[in-house]
Nanobody, 124 residues
């Protein structure tokens, strides 16, 4: 069993920055890749970014490339999502997920575990 706890969401003006955190725990969490997804009201949940615990390789959705950065913390059980140059269309509930990477660097959906989510609201 893997537990994921997100934090760091909030309200920010367009052009601003936020950093989300995902704290992972459980006996087997290091076996999984970690990803961030988001879901805006009335829309489907979508992939944002993923990182491998083992080699740190990353992959991003085109909509966030160059603005968002996913990274691992020194504690090795925390993953961050640094979000810069935020836009109103980034407004969504952001979810941390644990699962399996594909051979091409993507992330298999649905993941094995979800966090509870954290809300990000970007005002114009």
């Amino acid at each position: 069993q893997v537990q994921l706890v997100e934090s760091g969401g909030g309200l920010v003006q367009a052009g601003g920055s936020l950093r989300l955190s995902c704290a992972a725990s459980g006996r087997t969490f290091s076996r999984y890749a970690i990803a961030w997804f988001r879901q805006a009201p009335g829309k489907e949940r979508e992939f944002v970014a993923t990182i491998s615990w083992s080699d740190g390789s990353t992959n991003y959705a085109d909509s966030v490339k160059g603005r968002f950065t996913i990274s691992r913390g020194n504690a090795k059980n925390t993953v961050f999502l640094q979000m810069n140059s935020l836009k109103p269309e980034d407004t969504a509930a952001y979810y941390c997920a644990a699962g399996t990477r594909t051979s091409s660097g993507g992330f298999i959906y649905p993941p094995d575990y979800w966090g509870q989510g954290t809300q990000v609201t970007v005002s114009s």
